[in-house]
T-cell receptor, first 109, second 118 residues
Framework: GNSVTQMEGPVTLSEEAFLTINCTYTATGYPSLFWYVQYPGEGLQLLLKATKADDKGSNKGFEATYRKETTSFHLEKGSVQVSDSAVYFC????????FGAGTRLFVKA | GAVVSQHPSRVICKSGTSVKIECRSL??????MFWYRQFPKKSLMLMAT?????????EQGVEKDKFLINHASLTLSTLTVTSAHPEDSSFYICSARVPGSVGRTEAFFGQGTRLTVV
């Protein structure tokens, strides 16, 4: 069945460091791919999405490219801020959204 | 984007009592909503799919009689945790997708409800 594998956290970075959170998926067909962010005590917010191969989703300095050949959708940001500290979920679209395990990011000032 | 509102955001209840959580789609009609449970520092576990006008579809291992789901209108689904016990304490989140957009458009999530059973 469909599944999402995300790198385990927590990830701790200093402010202005480069961020990569790996995500790979297994799916039949070509589903949409998403990154959601969850701030402490809150629900999930859509961060970015890509609906087909080679699409690049971007928002708030974050980017991810839908790579069909490597079945990946890695999240990147060139310079993280303390306010980016949160849990990030990679997700596979479909009737039921399938989530990765989540990666907690801590950014130190 | 579409808005999904969940209420209450926090609730504390005594063991043995029941708690109802509401999930509303504010600017679209949702024939299907989803209920998730999130354990501390864990991912989201899909509990059930709520279908307007019909019975909910529960995931394997989820007790139907413990977690009652009602989807009486196109904009409201409710989750009732019956005879709550401390092990039911968790973060519950609902989501909905704009009809006709399966797979291609993101799901919209409520703010979540932190349930604490004492």
């Amino acid at each position: 069945g469909n599944s999402v594998t995300q790198m385990e956290g927590p990830v701790t970075l200093s402010e202005e460091a480069f961020l990569t959170i790996n995500c790979t998926y297994t799916a039949t067909g070509y589903p949409s791919l998403f990154w959601y962010v969850q701030y402490p005590g809150e629900g999930l917010q859509l961060l970015l999405k890509a609906t087909k191969a080679d699409d690049k989703g971007s928002n708030k300095g974050f980017e991810a490219t839908y790579r069909k050949e490597t079945t990946s959708f890695h999240l990147e940001k060139g310079s993280v801020q303390v306010s980016d500290s949160a849990v990030y979920f990679c997700a596979l679209g479909g009737f039921k959204t399938i989530f990765g395990a989540g990666t907690r990011l801590f950014v130190k000032a | 984007g579409a808005v999904v509102s969940q209420h209450p955001s926090r609730v504390i209840c005594k063991s043995g009592t029941s708690v109802k959580i509401e999930c509303r789609s504010l600017d679209f009609q949702a024939t299907t909503m989803f209920w998730y449970r999130q354990f501390p520092k864990k991912s989201l576990m899909l509990m059930a799919t709520s279908n307007e006008g019909s019975k909910a579809t529960y995931e394997q291992g989820v007790e139907k009689d413990k977690f009652l789901i009602n989807h009486a209108s196109l904009t409201l689904s409710t989750l009732t945790v019956t005879s709550a016990h401390p092990e039911d304490s968790s973060f519950y989140i609902c989501s909905a997708r704009v009809p006709g957009s399966v797979g291609r458009t993101e799901a919209f999530f409520g703010q979540g409800t932190r349930l604490t059973v004492v």
